[in-house]
């Protein structure tokens, strides 16, 4: 984490970051551009927050409360 943070200090103070505030510096604005094909409006929900199995989740709760 040291790493990286200095890494952008580093390039704010040289010069190679002209503006931070740059679309392509920010995740949410390249996550809601419209024209991005990765925008998250242009995408459907994943099936991995589809409705889970009732079966699959009483297995997973019994693991979970076995564990505790």
Known sequence: ???????????LREGRIADYRDRR???YKALT????????????ISQLYAAV??????????AVAERA
Do not use: K, Q, T, W
Not at 1 to 11: H, L
Not at 53 to 62: A, C, E, K, R, T
């Open 33 to 44: 551009a419209p024209e991005n094909h990765l925008s998250i409006y242009s995408r459907h």
């Open 53 to 62: 199995p009732d079966d699959l989740v009483m297995s997973v709760g019994l």
């Open 25 to 27: 510096y920010s995740n």
């Open 1 to 11: 984490m040291e790493d990286g943070v200095r890494e952008i200090e580093s390039a």
